[in-house]
């Protein structure tokens, strides 16, 4: 996190103090700043105070017009160490989270079929299926989008573009690709763009598919990020959202806990040589809203989900006790 963003962030006040309590557990974790106390209650995600809107940016709330630079300022950060960080936060477990959510997404594809250039010969031209990954910058998801399709369906009649706001995360993204055989193909390409005002070249009604895994919470209006998911799906079109979600279980959710605020940030000091921003990406988890919180904003979207429950036939499904979530919905 750069010096210009540290001293944004301490001169704005915290919401809300961390409590301490005999009743309760504490955890405590060191970043080069300050130490951060018991999770508080979570206020409003969008407060209006008599300076304008706020929002929050980890537990602090924040001028709306700064939520960007300061999200922007995090994933500069840690860019470069971005997917070692994920394997070592999760034990890789993040892998099959995202394998299994690019399954469900990605059901059935028609195979692809060679056909030779002859001059003067008429040739099919199939449209592509395309997909939009948004804050997929390093290209996480888009490539096994792509790896499913030629994998499992034999489909190269697909077309994945990734947008994201960080343009770290971007080059991040093309260096990942340049190893593939995706690298200068139109099967992928990668954009600068916001996900709450996508590209103007991206046109209503055109997208098969729209993903956004662990981005989502990092964007200043949830409801303006799935409005303009619906307004570029075509009808029939499907939204998945991979993001942390709320453990249930009493024990296992403590237990969490405590591994997120003592252990994450301490392993983002060593592996990363930044302990704030990781602190603010847990924090930025607990003021996610909850599953069924989450449901109800894609359905005042526009979109049809399953009920507004977990598992078949429900509008999400629980990884790992809920530690991960996926939501799916459809564009009538």
């Not at 630079?69 to 070592?88: E, I, P, Q, R, W």
């Not at 697909?158 to 343009?167: G, R, T």
Request: aromatic fraction near 8%; proline fraction near 5%; include cysteine.
């Amino acid at each position: 996190m750069n010096t210009h963003t540290r001293h944004l962030l301490r001169s704005i006040p915290t919401s809300t103090k961390s409590r301490l309590s005999t009743g309760n557990i504490v955890a405590r974790c060191i970043s080069t700043s300050q130490i951060v106390g018991q999770v508080p209650p979570s206020p409003s995600s969008n407060a209006s105070t008599s300076h304008g809107k706020t929002t929050h940016f980890g537990f602090k709330e924040v001028p709306e017009e700064q939520k960007e630079t300061l999200v922007g300022s995090v994933f500069s950060s840690v860019a470069s160490s971005y997917d070692v960080m994920n394997d070592a936060m999760s034990l890789g477990i993040h892998r099959l989270w995202k394998d299994s959510f690019v399954s469900s997404l990605l059901p059935r594809l028609p195979p692809s079929l060679h056909q030779n250039q002859v001059p003067g010969s008429s040739i099919e031209v199939r449209e592509p299926f395309r997909c939009l990954d948004v804050a997929g910058g390093t290209g996480d998801i888009a490539l096994r989008i792509l790896d499913r399709a030629r994998e499992k369906f034999n489909s190269r009649d697909i077309q994945v573009e990734i947008v994201d706001l960080n343009q770290g995360m971007l080059d991040e993204g093309r260096k990942r690709v340049a190893k593939t055989f995706y690298y200068n193909t139109p099967q992928i390409t990668f954009t600068h763009g916001n996900a709450q005002s996508l590209p103007s070249h991206i046109a209503d009604n055109s997208i098969d598919l729209y993903t956004i895994a662990f981005g989502i919470r990092n964007c200043t209006s949830l409801p303006a990020v799935l409005s303009e998911a619906h307004r570029v799906l075509k009808p029939g079109g499907k939204i998945g959202v991979l993001e942390f979600g709320k453990v249930s279980n009493p024990l296992f959710k403590e237990i969490y806990r405590q591994y997120s605020f003592q252990f994450i940030p301490i392993m983002g000091k060593i592996l990363a040589g930044d302990s704030e921003s990781y602190q603010y990406l847990v924090e930025s988890i607990e003021r996610f809203p909850s599953q069924p919180e989450f449901a109800q904003l894609m359905r005042n979207a526009g979109f049809q989900t399953g009920q507004l429950r977990e598992g078949k036939g429900g509008a999400w499904t629980d990884y790992t006790n809920g530690i991960a979530t996926a939501w799916t919905g459809v564009k009538a």
